[in-house]
């Protein structure tokens, strides 16, 4: 996808009413002031020698940043927020709040910017090195933790 058509994603994802209770899953869907949508994905890497993970990765990283610079030319510098403390505080029994939980457990910073009443988050995600990296977008109302 081009970074013009991730722009429309998350204009209808910004627009969109957030569900009453949880749907869809991980990387898709939402609940109670939040909703999540993957923009773009690579293949996944089951059976990668490791070359093919490294092309992927430099390809998801380009369309990225590419939609980073987009957003910023749109909506000002982004605060970049590091989670990985947020999945350390989970792992001790906090009860971290959606889409945060969802986001710690698949990246280590985000971009995030905040639009109106709304934040609006972006990262690349990947629940393991066997799976897909997910250029993801999010948008909440909750405030970072």
């Not at 093919?52 to 990283?61: K, L, N, P, S």
Request: hydrophobic fraction near 35%.
């Amino acid at each position: 996808m081009t970074t013009a058509e991730h722009l429309d994603t998350i204009d209808r994802l910004r627009a969109t009413a957030f569900p009453t209770a949880p749907e869809g899953g991980p990387g898709q869907g939402g609940g109670p002031g939040h909703l999540l949508v993957t923009l773009s994905r690579t293949r996944e890497f089951w059976d990668d020698d490791g070359s093919g993970r490294e092309e992927a990765a430099d390809q998801i990283d380009a369309e990225y940043g590419a939609l980073v610079q987009a957003l910023t030319d749109r909506w000002g510098e982004p605060q970049v927020f590091a989670v990985d403390s947020l999945l350390d505080r989970e792992f001790a029994g906090e009860e971290i709040p959606e889409p945060w939980s969802e986001v710690c457990n698949t990246t280590g910073h985000v971009h995030l910017w905040r639009v109106e009443e709304r934040w609006l988050v972006v990262y690349v995600a990947q629940w393991d090195k066997e799976f897909p990296y997910l250029l993801t977008a999010a948008s909440t109302v909750t405030d970072p933790p």
